[in-house]
T-cell receptor, first 115, second 116 residues
Framework: NAGVTQTPKFRVLKTGQSMTLLCAQD?????MYWYRQDPGMGLRLIHY???????AKGEVPDGYNVSRLKKQNFLLGLESAAPSQTSVYFC??????????????FGPGTRLTVL | TQLLEQSPQFLSIQEGENLTVYCNSS?????LQWYRQEPGEGPVLLVT?????EVKKLKRLTFQFGDARKDSSLHITAAQPGDTGLYLC????????????????FGKGTKLSVKP
């Protein structure tokens, strides 16, 4: 069981470039989340998905898009990167069938720098 | 709007000391979780508390949920260097069945450093 994996681990972009962050989980979890973590700001929810083919906006969705075409994968896209999107991005998943308290499993993170 | 306030933000102590970290809110939560995050890694769940007044122990760590379910504390006895990390509290306002009520709201964290 690999748990939650994220690709890539590090990335440097120039302003205006696009990229996709991949999150994969092998635990058959229904719910998946994308967060960003900035110094002094804690974890903030970008988008989430409650199942294959569904997505919803979180607290800070602007500038990001997501897709959940397969249950095990949740993709986060940046169409035109901005320096304000420099952050560490975490993916998380949750098994809705075993607990109702949203106890999440996190990936190791992707450190993104936008110049 | 930051709904969960954690204090202190930073804590540097010597091995063997005791410490308490607080997580406070003006909002009621249906459940509250504590996570620990080590540098370069994602948060890892330590405990979930769901009942007002509940106390849970995990070895040298004691977690308490306030009677009104608006606050929580984490007490570490005889801290060790291995306890070093970022401690995050996270609350859910409701249960998670397809809606957003179960989404977690995170505090900003308490960065703990335990020196040998």
């Amino acid at each position: 069981n690999a748990g939650v994996t994220q690709t890539p681990k590090f990335r440097v972009l120039k302003t205006g470039q696009s990229m996709t962050l991949l999150c994969a989980q092998d635990m058959n979890h229904e719910y998946m989340y994308w967060y960003r973590q900035d110094p002094g700001m804690g974890l903030r929810l970008i988008h989430y998905s409650v199942g294959e083919g569904t997505t919803a906006k979180g607290e800070v969705p602007d500038g990001y898009n997501v897709s959940r075409l397969k249950k095990q994968n949740f993709l986060l896209g940046l169409e035109s990167a901005a320096p304000s999107q420099t952050s560490v991005y975490f993916c998380a998943s949750f098994n809705v069938w075993t607990t109702k308290y949203n106890e999440q499993f996190f990936g190791p993170g992707t450190r993104l720098t936008v110049l | 709007t930051q709904l969960l306030e954690q204090s202190p933000q930073f804590l540097s102590i010597q091995e063997g000391e005791n410490l308490t970290v607080y997580c406070n809110s003006s909002s009621v939560f249906s459940s509250l979780q504590w996570y620990r995050q080590e540098p370069g890694e994602g948060p890892v769940l330590l405990v979930t508390v769901v009942t007002g007044g509940e106390v849970k122990k995990l070895k040298r760590l004691t977690f308490q949920f306030g009677d009104a379910r608006k606050d929580s504390s984490l007490h570490i006895t005889a801290a060790q260097p291995g306890d070093t990390g970022l401690y995050l509290c996270a609350g859910a306002r409701g249960e998670n069945y397809g809606g957003s009520q179960g989404n977690l709201i995170f505090g900003k964290g308490t960065k703990l450093s335990v020196k040998p």
